[in-house]
């Protein structure tokens, strides 16, 4: 999976060689301890940046929220959001780095980090995406945070991610309505299946489960004796997804009730409406790669 460029080790070192003559010696004799004593703001911001990098999150959180308290009205308090923001997602912690994104977002809209703001927003949704048998809250939050980050930086990186990502969320919430289609299906109410196998159909078409959707049309439709519905369905199936074994399953169906899959006029059904897919399988979320830390440099 696509991960995001400039990892820890980079931005670490990006923060502590701007700030080298803040104070970074001193940081090796003895880390200062944590007091309403006022510290130079770089000696804070350099200790927070260094326990990220050992993976100390909740060292780094108080250390960024005391450059905050210190210097509420600096541009290292900005900065030191962010770092806020990416510790706490770090440590999984993903309330709390949303909050922290929301709040950077509404002090400085216009900062040219807020990109960053946005797409680890959207990350920490994503990261909480659960299997197709619970519920998708999160997954539908990540669909509209990813969504957002495209809108608004559409030719960044940050973007370039967000789409892959947003493929898989769409996948998910198919995958989901399948699940509870199915379910409908094998308990005895075609009806209730048939609207969720349709939302595929008509909202997440271009998933990996729209051809199992059309074949679970078939099997419902024929259950409740709506033969021409079925062979619709069946057709559709055919003529986007001719050598898919779903379409071989319906076509044995129709076949054996004595029906057959009539040709779909083009004016009707097109091949770039329901783009072509191989053989289905079960898809679920893989687990994301991780963003990288913000790109905070040290101010000038």
Request: hydrophobic share 40%.
């Amino acid at each position: 999976m696509h991960r995001f460029p400039l990892g820890r080790s980079a931005i670490i070192l990006a923060v502590t060689g701007g700030l080298a003559l803040g104070g970074c010696g001193v940081l090796h004799k003895k880390k200062p301890q944590l007091t309403y004593q006022e510290r130079p703001v770089e000696l804070l911001f350099t200790v927070g940046a260094e326990d990220l990098d050992r993976h100390q999150w909740n060292d780094a959180v108080n250390y960024f929220r005391e450059v905050e308290r210190q210097h509420p009205y600096s541009e290292w308090s900005r900065r030191a959001i962010l770092m806020t923001a990416y510790a706490h997602y770090e440590a999984n912690g993903y309330i709390d780095a949303i909050a922290d994104t929301d709040r950077f977002i509404t002090l400085y809209p216009g900062s040219a980090s807020a990109a960053y703001a946005y797409y680890l927003k959207a990350i920490c949704y994503f990261e909480q995406i659960v299997d197709v048998n619970r519920d998708q809250a999160n997954t539908q939050l990540a669909l509209a945070a990813l969504r957002e980050v495209i809108k608004r930086y559409p030719n960044t990186e940050y973007a370039t991610d967000a789409k892959v990502k947003t493929d898989m969320v769409v996948d998910q919430l198919a995958g989901k309505e399948m699940t509870i289609g199915r379910f409908y299906l094998k308990n005895g109410d075609p009806i209730a299946a048939i609207g969720r196998f349709r939302t595929v159909i008509d909202q997440y078409q271009t998933t990996s489960h729209t051809p199992e959707a059309l074949y679970r049309l078939v099997v419902c439709y024929l259950s409740l004796g709506l033969t021409k519905e079925a062979v619709e369905n069946g057709a559709v199936l055919g003529f986007n997804y001719p050598g898919d074994v779903w379409y071989q399953d319906a076509y044995n169906l129709l076949t054996s009730k004595g029906l057959r899959p009539a040709t779909v006029p083009a004016a009707q059904t097109t091949k770039a409406s329901f783009p072509r897919f191989g053989h289905h399988k079960e898809t679920t979320i893989a687990p994301p790669a991780a963003p990288a830390a913000p790109a905070v440099s040290s101010p000038s």
